[in-house]
C-alpha cells in the first residue's frame, strides 16, 4: 500500500477514534449534568454530532501535525508532552478558522480552548494507548522467543533492549 494511502487510513482511524471517544465521554457528561445538576438535555440528537464532529476533525488535523512534525521519529522517541503538544496545535489549526470567521465572539473562544485542550489530552491519550499496545506486543515476541529457547540476555539483545 502506498505510503499516503496509509497516511490517510490512519488520519481516518485516529479521528474515528476520537469521535467515539468525546462523544461516550460527552454523553457522560450530559447524562451527569441532566440527573445530578438537574440542566435540561432532553435533546440527546443533538449532542452526538457536537461532540463528534470535532473529534474527528482534530484527530484528523492532529494525525497531519503528527505526520508532518514526527516524520522520522519511533513512539519511543517521543514525549507525552510533544504529543500533547503537537495535539493542542492541531486544536489549534482546526478552530482558528471557525473562531476568527465567527468574528472572534467569547462563546467560539471558549469553544475553541476547550477543543484545544481535548486535542492536547487526545494526543497524549493516543500515545498511552498505543506504548501500551507496543508493549504487549514486546512481551509477546519476548515469550515466544523465550519458547525457542534463548535466555534473558539474548532475548534483551534481540528486542534492542542493551548488549
Given at each position: 500500500?502506498?505510503t499516503?494511502?496509509k497516511?490517510?487510513r490512519?488520519a481516518?482511524g485516529?479521528?474515528l477514534?476520537?469521535?467515539?471517544g468525546w462523544t461516550?465521554?460527552?454523553m457522560?457528561t450530559?447524562l451527569?449534568?441532566?440527573?445530578?445538576l438537574g440542566?435540561?438535555?432532553d435533546v440527546?440528537d443533538?449532542?452526538?454530532?457536537?461532540?463528534?464532529?470535532p473529534a474527528?476533525?482534530?484527530?484528523v488535523?492532529f494525525?497531519t501535525?503528527l505526520g508532518i512534525?514526527g516524520?522520522?521519529?519511533?513512539?519511543?522517541?517521543m514525549?507525552?508532552r510533544?504529543?500533547?503538544?503537537w495535539g493542542?496545535?492541531?486544536?489549534?489549526?482546526?478552530?482558528?478558522?471557525?473562531?476568527?470567521?465567527?468574528?472572534l465572539?467569547p462563546?467560539?473562544?471558549v469553544?475553541?480552548?476547550?477543543?484545544?485542550?481535548?486535542c492536547?489530552?487526545s494526543?497524549a491519550?493516543s500515545?498511552a494507548?498505543?506504548?501500551?499496545?507496543?508493549d504487549?506486543a514486546l512481551?509477546?515476541?519476548?515469550a515466544?522467543?523465550?519458547?525457542?529457547?534463548?535466555t534473558g540476555?539474548?532475548?534483551?539483545?534481540?528486542l534492542?533492549?542493551?548488549?
Open positions: 500500500m502506498k499516503w494511502l497516511r490517510f490512519g481516518i485516529v479521528g477514534t476520537w469521535a467515539v461516550v465521554v460527552g457522560a450530559m451527569f449534568a441532566g440527573t445530578v440542566l435540561n438535555t440527546v443533538i449532542w452526538i454530532p457536537v461532540f463528534a464532529y474527528f476533525l482534530g484527530g488535523t494525525s501535525v512534525a516524520r522520522s521519529r519511533r513512539l519511543d522517541e514525549s507525552l510533544q504529543f500533547a503538544g493542542a496545535l492541531g486544536g489549534v489549526v482546526l478552530m482558528v478558522p471557525i473562531v476568527v470567521g465567527a468574528g465572539e462563546l467560539f473562544l469553544i475553541g480552548s476547550i477543543v484545544t485542550l481535548l492536547a489530552g494526543a491519550g500515545l494507548l498505543a506504548r501500551r499496545a507496543e504487549r512481551l509477546a515476541a519476548s515466544e522467543l523465550a519458547e525457542v529457547g534463548l540476555d539474548e532475548v534483551q539483545q534481540l534492542g533492549g542493551g548488549a
